[in-house]
Every structure is written in structure tokens, then in C-alpha cells.
């Protein structure tokens, strides 16, 4: 494995071809030693002409074994709240910064718990992401927490100050106009998860109204 400061997707990512090609060639990457303990690569899903596209931070545990995005208990909510904010979920795409589940485990058979990845996986993953945002070409990208903020907009993105607004940036080359909102995840580990989930339908709401 090379040095951490040389982790990176580059030489994994097809420089022809659709969501299929990209898709078959991620299950085969090896550009950070997260490969090395998740079940798979977890690549994005949904429509190649969607108009949407929603960035979260990394496949979870249901997502790791089923190796799809968003098909645990956070991506229910994120459709229903969708749904109550008027995006139809079927005419999106949904992703995640970093491709693989990163975790810890006490011992075998037990839970895996989740660890956010570091700058620098983010960055190793980078290259997927760019040739997603390549392909489907969105209008919109909601961008799914502080993770995926980072990723896409920096290290000083800090979701509080801009969830909610729309955001216009240069994005891997491309001028795009993102809406910063909360990851769902902590829709669900919140004190008080109505009002949690309410404000995570406003912030949806103004990805609607931004789509027009």
C-alpha cells in the first residue's frame, strides 16, 4: 500500500463510459486501505439524468453489506423527507464522498461501529465523486453533513452556518449550485427528533424551490 500522503482513486477510475463502467471499476478499487475490512464498494445509485444529486459521507453498516447507498434507516427518513419536500427520491441520485464503510470492531460478531473518514481518504475518494458529478451532471447536489461538506467545499465548511441556502462553487471544474443540509444519521441520534426532521424538510424544501 503506498504512503497515506499518495492514497488516491486516480488510477482506478475508467476514463470512458457511463455510471456502469464507473461502477464495475470502483468495485475493484484499492486507492485506500479502507477496502481492506468493508464487504464491498458501495457506489452511487439512481438516475444518470437526474437532476439531484445527494452527497452523503460513507456507506453505513446495511449499506456495506448490501452495497447500496442510503438503504438503512437514515436513507428511509432522507425519503420521506424528500418526498414531504417535494423531490421525487426515484428522480435522484445519491452517492457518498467516500465509497467504502469505515468502522470499528470490539471483536468478531460484534457491532460495527462507524468512524468518520480522515481528509485524506475523503481526498483518495475524490476522483469517484468527480466522475459521478461528470456524468450525471446535476443541477443541484445537496450536500448530506459536515463530511460531505468537507469534501466538496473544503476543510472549513462547517454546515451550521450555511445549511439551508444555496451555494454556488467550482466543483471539480464544474460551477455548481449546492444546498448544504444535515447528514439524516443525526436526524435519528437527535434529543428532539421531530424538530430535527422538520428542519431537514426546510433545508429540502429550498432544494426544491431552487430547482424550480
Known sequence: MPPEDAYTAEPFVPTRGGLAALRRAAADCQGCPLHRDATQTVFGAGKAAAR???V???PG????RQGKPFVGPAGKL???????????????????????????????KKRRIHRAPTL?????????LAAELA?????????????????????????????????EEEIHGRPERLVPTVHPSSVLRSD???AAYRALVADLTVAARALG
Open 192 to 194: 428532539d427528533r421531530e
Open 52 to 54: 439531484v444529486m445527494l
Open 135 to 167: 456524468v450525471v451532471e446535476p443541477e443541484l447536489i445537496v450536500v448530506l453533513g459536515a463530511t460531505a461538506g468537507k469534501a466538496l467545499l473544503g476543510s472549513s465548511f462547517r454546515v451550521t452556518q450555511v445549511r439551508g441556502t444555496v451555494v
Open 78 to 108: 432522507l425519503d420521506r423527507a424528500l418526498e414531504e419536500a417535494g423531490i421525487e427520491p426515484a428522480d435522484t441520485y445519491v452517492t457518498n464522498a467516500v465509497k467504502h464503510f469505515k468502522f470499528t470492531q470490539a471483536e468478531p
Open 61 to 64: 453498516d446495511q449499506e456495506d
Open 56 to 58: 452523503g459521507e460513507q
Open 120 to 128: 485524506r481518504e475523503m481526498m483518495a475518494c475524490a476522483p469517484w
